[in-house]
Structures are given as C-alpha cells and as structure tokens.
C-alpha cells in the first residue's frame, strides 16, 4: 500500500508563489511515476505536471514555463513550484504516484487558491 499526503497549499495573491509537497510511504521505489493533478469547481481534474521513473518531466501548456516538478528520493517527497501565479490556478492539487509494481495512488489533496 502507498500514502501519500500533500502540504503547502494556500492562499496567494496573484503573481505569487508556492510550492507544494508531497510525501510518500509504504512500498515506494525509487522509479515509480509521480504527478500533481489539479481539479477546479466544476471542472474534470487536470494533468499539471508528471516527472517519470525515467527522469523525463512534462507540464501542461498552462503552466509550462511558470510551475516546476522535482523530486528527493531520498526524503520519498516530490515538489511543485509554482510562479507566477495566476487566478485560473485556483484548485485543489493532487499527488499522484504510480509505482513500478502497478500500484496507483492519489493523495488527499491541498487547496491552492489565488487572489485577483
């Protein structure tokens, strides 16, 4: 089983930043796939960003260029820096983790909420 639990959301006024974290547990390694996925009100959730078993990172064309993905495997923790903010940024943000056993697992979510 894999928990992953999510900090550092809140409330940023536009052009801010924050960055998110996500830590791990269970039975992890070191190559699973790790995204952030985001879910307005009354919108389907979102692919942010996804950094790969592999090393390779991808990003919405939204955030492309103002948000970053990172990852410590050594503290089981994956980041998300986001710049720039902007107020169709505002949602609740998702970790998510798919390791190299099949396992899928969603965090439990932080609320980013950007002011105009």
């Known amino acids: 089983q894999v928990q992953l639990v999510e900090s550092g959301g809140g409330l940023v006024q536009t052009g801010g930043s924050l960055r998110l974290s996500c830590a791990a547990s269970?039975?992890?390694?070191?190559?699973?796939?790790m995204a952030w996925y985001r879910q307005a009100p009354g919108k389907q959730r979102e692919l942010v960003a996804m950094f790969t078993g592999t090393g390779l990172t991808n990003y919405a064309d939204s955030v492309r260029g103002r948000f970053s993905i990172s990852r410590d495997n050594t503290k089981n923790t994956m980041y998300l820096q986001m710049n720039s903010l902007k107020p169709e940024d505002t949602a609740v943000y998702y970790c998510?983790?798919?390791?190299?056993?099949?396992?899928?697992?969603w965090g439990q979510g932080t609320q980013v909420t950007v002011s105009s």
């Open positions: 269970g039975r992890i390694f070191c190559r699973d796939d």
């Open positions: 998510w983790r798919y390791t190299v056993i099949g396992v899928v697992a």
